[in-house]
Structures are given as structure tokens and as C-alpha cells.
């Protein structure tokens, strides 16, 4: 009889620690997916979206290096390679996949990537969250960048507005790599903030200027 899979997972320590292979009892580590040993699929360990892809927690991800990664993996788990493997495989591949997914579209993204990185790393400076960070400035800042948005009447006055949010955001994510890199996480929370609300006045200024347009 085969063993459940699910019954092998240990609790999440922090490090990956070896564990059975649930097919050959033979070591794998938690972020294997499949056994050094008999090369069988593996159930999910609880490792990070980092660690799914063997990548280092940093801010700062290449990510033609994420997406070479990522499409190596998925082809390992794509379902044609499981077609004739016992529905237990083809089950525990699936889960694998789709948590790889789930890893991939967190890291390729900055915001999601920032706002992941301070929960993974800010459990203990920030146990209630990001939300409580008050920021005057950016309240500030985005007052003022709404009302221009509001009186704005050409396509050039939003484009302008367009421009500056775009430096914004660059300035944002130069900052967020900073602020990871020493650690700061209080910093590296607000300017996670920030980067949310810029995105947010990005896609409004799409919207505005598809109204401009439909209005013409
Ligand atoms: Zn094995």
C-alpha cells in the first residue's frame, strides 16, 4: 500500500530539513520536487515562493533569470509527462504546478514582490501589518496627484501626469531595494505603500484617458 503523501509533510521550521520520500523512503529535501532517489513526484513542503524557484529572498530578482527558472520547472510538471503515472502523481504534480504558479506571479511583480518580502521578513518589527505605518507625505502626495488628475483636460495634461507617476515609480522601487538590502523594514513597508497607491493612480489615469478618448 502506498503511503498518504500528505501525511509525510512536517511543520515549517524556517529551514528546509530532509524528510521521506513518500514512494522509496529514500531523503529528499523540502523544496524537492522530486526524489534524488526514484525520481518521484513530491507533495508540496512549505517553503517560500523564493525557495520554490531556488532563489535567494532579495527585493532585487533578475527576472529573465525568474522567467528561465519558472518555464524550467513547469515543463518538469507539465501534466503530459504524468499521463501514465498512478493518479496520486498526477495529483501531487498538479499541486506542485499550480503552487509554482502562485510563486512565479508573486515574485514577477515589485508591488507583490515588496509586499511579500515585508510580510516574510517584518513577522517580528511589524506584527500588525503595514497598514498602521502613518505617512503624511504620501497622503499629501496623493492628494495633490488625484486633484491634478481631477482638473486635468487635455491628453498632454495626463500624460504629464502619467510621466511623473511613472518616475515615481521607479524612484519607489530603487528605494524598496535599499531599504530590503539594509534591512529596514519599517521603510521598506512604507515605501510598499507608497508603491500601491502608485499603481492604483496609474491605472486611474488609464481609465481618464480611455474617457478622453471615447469623448473625442
Ligand atoms: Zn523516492
Known amino acids: 500500500m502506498q503511503a498518504d503523501p500528505t501525511e509525510t509533510l512536517t511543520p515549517f521550521t524556517g529551514h528546509a530539513c530532509p524528510q521521506e520520500c513518500w514512494s522509496c523512503k529514500g531523503p529528499v529535501a523540502l523544496e524537492d520536487l522530486f526524489c534524488p532517489t526514484c525520481s518521484t513526484i513530491q507533495p508540496l513542503g512549505q517553503v517560500d515562493h523564493f525557495k520554490r524557484l531556488d532563489l535567494e529572498a532579495t527585493f532585487d530578482l533578475d527576472v529573465n533569470d525568474l522567467d528561465r527558472r519558472y518555464f524550467e520547472l513547469q515543463g518538469k510538471l507539465h501534466p503530459d509527462r504524468f499521463a501514465t503515472k498512478t493518479s496520486q502523481e498526477r495529483t501531487l504534480s498538479m499541486q506542485q504546478a499550480t503552487s509554482l504558479n502562485d510563486a512565479y506571479e508573486t515574485l514577477k511583480d515589485s508591488l507583490k514582490r515588496a509586499d511579500y518580502l515585508v510580510h516574510m521578513m517584518g513577522q517580528n518589527v511589524l506584527p500588525e501589518g503595514c497598514q498602521l505605518i502613518s505617512a503624511p507625505d504620501l497622503l499629501e502626495e496623493a492628494m495633490e496627484l488625484r486633484e491634478a488628475l481631477a482638473m486635468a483636460e487635455t491628453a498632454d495634461d495626463i500624460d504629464a501626469i502619467a510621466a511623473r507617476a511613472a518616475g515615481d515609480i521607479d ?39 480611455a474617457k478622453m478618448t471615447a469623448m473625442s
Open 171 to 209: 524612484d519607489c522601487e530603487i528605494g524598496l531595494s535599499k531599504a530590503f538590502a539594509g534591512e529596514d523594514i519599517e521603510g521598506a513597508c512604507a515605501l510598499t505603500t507608497r508603491l500601491k497607491y502608485l499603481r492604483k493612480l496609474t491605472d486611474e489615469v488609464r481609465q481618464q484617458r
